[in-house]
T-cell receptor, first 112, second 114 residues
Framework: DSGVTQTPKHLITATGQRVTLRCSPR?????VYWYQQSLDQGLQFLIQ???????AKGNILERFSAQQFPDLHSELNLSSLELGDSALYFC???????????FGEGSRLTVL | GQQLNQSPQSMFIQEGEDVSMNCTSS?????WLWYKQEPGEGPVLLIA?????ELTSNGRLTAQFGITRKDSFLNISASIPSDVGIYFC??????????????FGQGTILTVHP
């Protein structure tokens, strides 16, 4: 158990819909990362937050947005969903800037 | 941006064999990390390397931070079925706009036949 909690674990929705994925980081971790993992296996960096502020942005689509709240949990919002958005979405947290990330179990999104 | 070339993409080996995989880049990194992802789980950190030339072991796993700071390898000795999974390298950028950015390789899928 990494200490990072992601909900929901599975989500099935239709094209054009909007979903919200939630992440609770490890206790004490200020930094949260979001990654997308499609069937081709790679981890695509989406966005990073540190103590409520956006720290870095990766290949995140304009239809996607995220935020980190004062209690440090984070949400990833995906809107106008397309079939190609079907993927595993991982949240990871860390305390420092060492690259030592602790990943949640992921949220599997299926868009039909 | 930074890119990591991880190879091989996949490996099919017999139980008991040794495994070797590596990551290379044209960029330099301050830290190299190796993660393992088992089916249905998130990646888990196996080994972190902080210094060029550093060689670190974790049980049957050994990893090295290349002298040039542009590469790293991971070896698994005497593989067992539970070594199955996807292994990812990751590098923490060392300079310029890449400073502090974490980049992942594309992963190596390891299958171990009993």
């Amino acid at each position: 158990d990494s200490g990072v909690t992601q909900t929901p674990k599975h989500l099935i929705t239709a094209t054009g819909q909007r979903v919200t994925l939630r992440c609770s980081p490890r206790s004490g971790d200020l930094s949260v990362y979001w990654y997308q993992q499609s069937l081709d296996q790679g981890l695509q960096f989406l966005i990073q937050y540190y103590n409520g502020e956006e720290r870095a942005k990766g290949n995140i689509l304009e239809r996607f947005s995220a935020q980190q709240f004062p209690d440090l949990h984070s949400e990833l919002n995906l809107s106008s969903l397309e079939l190609g958005d079907s993927a595993l979405y991982f949240c990871a947290s860390t305390r420092g800037a060492t690259g030592e990330l602790f990943f949640g179990e992921g949220s599997r999104l299926t868009v039909l | 941006g930074q890119q990591l070339n991880q190879s091989p993409q996949s490996m099919f080996i017999q139980e008991g064999e040794d495994v070797s995989m590596n990551c290379t880049s044209s960029s330099i990194f301050n830290t190299w990390l190796w993660y393992k992802q088992e089916p249905g789980e998130g990646p888990v950190l196996l080994i972190a390397l902080y210094k060029a030339g550093e060689l670190t072991s974790n049980g049957r796993l050994t990893a090295q931070f290349g002298i040039t700071r542009k590469d790293s390898f991971l070896n698994i000795s005497a593989s067992i079925p539970s070594d199955v999974g996807i292994y990812f390298c990751a590098g923490l950028g060392a300079g310029g706009t890449s400073y502090g950015k974490l980049t992942f390789g594309q992963g190596t899928i390891l299958t171990v036949h009993p």
